[in-house]
């Protein structure tokens, strides 16, 4: 419980890998496209108004942001991917030093992917999903916004979430549906990272 309570703090926004604190604890991080519900999902998972920037602008966010919890848990918010917009060298730069720090990170326990319940798994999401394949991380889908559908429409995306995730080894066979809105699945997920440490 107190983990997600209230000692949280913002340790440092890092643009490349000399910027990266330490590997002295455990790490969780969270991914996903721009406007997924990364922000609300980080902020309302550990009691936080802004802990973690809700997108203004998409395409601007470069940084790996990174979050202590009671000092004993790093949790990482790893910038958007799949913006139009963004200057193509913006994209290749913080798509590279992404993945430098995904297959670089030895404390790093589990990346949640983030999809938005009403998009289902692009493919821009596979080939996020092939990256953390090939770093052999362990990465668990989070469904985001189920509040937005019909329980009918939710096991759907549920069902297409499970053939993604079929063949990539290293994909957590759970699939977690969140609301951060209207807190569905929250105590789940926190079940989830409390088993990690
Ligand atoms: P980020 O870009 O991934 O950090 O996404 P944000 O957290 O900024 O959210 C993007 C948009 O989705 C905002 O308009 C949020 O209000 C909305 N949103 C986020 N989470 C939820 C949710 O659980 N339910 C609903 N209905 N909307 C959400």
């Keep these: ?49 802004q802990l973690a920037r809700a997108s203004g602008q ?29 200057p193509k060298a913006v994209v290749d730069k913080w798509t590279n030093f992404t993945q430098t720090y995904l297959r670089g990170r030895t404390n790093l326990q589990r990346v949640f992917l983030l999809i938005d319940s009403r998009r289902g798994v692009g493919d821009v999401d596979r080939g996020i999903m092939k990256v953390l394949d090939r770093a052999a991380l362990n990465y668990q889908i989070v469904l985001t916004k189920a509040d937005k559908l019909k329980k009918s429409e939710l096991d759907k995306v549920i069902d297409d ?17 969140t609301s951060a809105e209207k807190n569905i699945g929250l105590p789940e997920l926190k079940a989830e990272i409390v ?3």
């Excluded at 490349?16 to 991080?29: K, S, Y």
């Excluded at 991914?31 to 980080?42: E, F, Q, Y």
């Excluded at 601007?60 to 790893?78: G, K, P």
Aim: aromatic residues 10%.
């Design 1 to 49: 419980r107190k983990l997600f309570a209230s000692e949280v703090n913002f340790v440092k926004g890092v643009v490349n890998m000399q910027g990266l604190p330490p590997a002295d604890r455990p790490e969780i991080a969270f991914a996903g496209r721009s406007n997924v519900g990364k922000s609300s999902l980080i902020n309302a998972l550990f009691n936080r108004k």
């Design 58 to 86: 998409p395409g601007r966010t470069q940084e790996i942001n990174f979050f202590t919890i009671l000092e004993a848990l790093y949790v990482v918010d790893l910038p958007g991917y799949g913006f139009a917009k963004a």
């Design 161 to 177: 979430a499970v053939v993604a995730i079929k063949k990539n080894p290293a994909a957590h066979p759970r699939i977690m549906l």
């Design 195 to 197: 088993a990690l440490l």
